[in-house]
């Protein structure tokens, strides 16, 4: 039985290896790497390494560290030699790809399948990637870099070393938990941002619904006023609006399955009838709409600024939601959370989503982010309303309605 699954492990060692080699001889055949290893090299380094771990496992230790080194040293000595006399020269992207073989075949022998393939599939992603990953690198700009780090630092470094406690009267702050949302939110907008860069800017539609993952309240704001210069463009802005709305919702969702999962199936319903109602809506504009090219300008959303607010509006908003769980009971909450989701939609959410863990009902939490949802889309409204052409008002203003006379309907029967 040992004997078998030993063998097992192996052969996962070099079909592993395979995958990777696979993926590096497709780029030697596309000339986009070198001729250090392919389908071939690769599996017999990943078993390399398995057998070097089984070999150190039954005989000594020291046979596994020497097996590092000896590839090592091949690895170095592959790369000197392929670089000779040649100038730019090349990365080392493959070597280094060959040294982590080697551990995902020790990984194999020790029965760690799923972190090994974890890794080889993360690996092949990153290989393969490399004109992705460069054309990104190419394109992008110094404050966009600039957010990267500072996003990295609030990430890794100041959330880490922030207490994981409740301070004060009613246990109403929580450093540790207030920073988790920051990085929360500044996670999702920067994977929007990133999409935006990606897709760049196709389409009216396409923009206001990336642009909703960023901020739908910018969208609905700058769509507004263009609206007003550019009255041809009316649906297609209006559909960009909708859009980024319906992204909103998904946010909700999102925001709420990572806090307080019980709390997402209780609002899954509701905010699903609102994105089908969304979807309904665009898809109707859409069949008119012309491919009209829009120029949105979305400013990184990884500033230290933006993220400081945030992380003060929360407390705040934290703060007077516990203290009125305590003094107002639900009424208190409702009131509080239909003004709060006028101003900032993402902050009494994740407010609610935490305290429905631990001091308010879930049916009070429940109805609070209906009611932050239905505040959330009157504020839009009124900018539409006021900021917008005539056109464009019209469509935005009847569809939030319709919306918001869908989410007091949930608010009352649920």
């Not at 070099?14 to 071939?40: N, T």
Request: proline letters at 3%; zero cysteines; aromatic letters at 12%.
């Amino acid at each position: 039985m040992e004997n078998l699954l030993l063998l097992r492990n192996l052969l996962i060692a070099l079909a592993l290896g395979a995958f990777i080699g696979l993926e590096r001889e497709y780029a030697r055949y596309k000339k986009r790497g070198h001729d250090y290893a392919g389908i071939r090299t690769f599996p017999l380094i990943a078993l390399f390494g398995a057998l070097a771990a089984y070999f150190g496992d039954i005989l000594s230790p020291w046979i596994f560290f020497i097996s590092i080194l000896l590839l090592g040293v091949l690895i170095l000595l592959a790369y000197v030699f392929s670089n000779q006399g040649k100038l730019p020269r090349i990365g080392a992207t493959s070597e280094v790809a060959g040294f982590l073989a080697f551990f995902i075949g020790a990984l194999s022998y020790y029965g760690e399948i799923l972190l090994a393939i974890i890794l080889t599939v993360a690996i092949t992603i990153i290989l393969y990637a490399r004109s992705v990953l460069h054309q990104l690198a190419e394109h992008i700009q110094p404050k966009e870099m600039a957010g990267v780090i500072k996003f990295l630092v609030i990430t890794f470094i100041i959330l880490p070393l922030l207490p994981n406690k409740w301070y004060g009267p009613y246990d109403i702050i929580n450093p540790y938990l207030i920073w988790l949302m920051v990085v929360l939110i500044s996670g999702i907008g920067f994977a929007g941002y990133i999409a935006l860069k990606w897709f760049g800017e196709k389409a009216l539609s396409l923009t206001g619904l990336l642009g909703g993952v960023v901020s739908s309240t910018a969208v609905t704001m700058q769509f507004a006023r263009r609206s007003k210069k550019e009255a041809a463009l009316s649906r297609a802005l209006a559909t960009g609006v909708i859009l980024a709305n319906g992204v909103m919702f998904l946010r909700v969702l999102l925001v709420t399955a990572v806090v307080n999962l019980a709390l997402f199936w209780s609002l899954f319903l509701p905010i699903a009838g609102l994105i089908f109602l969304t979807a309904l809506f665009a898809y109707f504009l859409l069949q008119k709409v012309k491919k009209n090219n829009g120029k949105m300008q979305l400013r990184s959303p990884l500033t230290l600024k933006p993220a400081i607010q945030f992380a003060l509006l929360f407390a705040v908003i934290l703060t007077f939601v516990k203290l009125a769980s305590v003094f107002f009971a639900a009424k208190g909450i409702y009131v509080l959370s239909f003004l709060a989701g006028s101003v900032e939609l993402d902050a009494i959410v994740l407010s609610l989503s935490q305290l429905a863990k631990n001091g308010i009902l879930q049916e009070t939490a429940q109805k609070g982010v209906l009611l932050a949802v239905v505040g959330q889309l009157l504020v839009k409204s009124s900018l539409a309303y006021w900021l917008g052409g005539k056109a464009f008002r019209k469509l935005v203003v009847s569809s939030f309605a319709l919306m918001v006379a869908l989410g007091i309907l949930f608010i009352i029967f649920i």
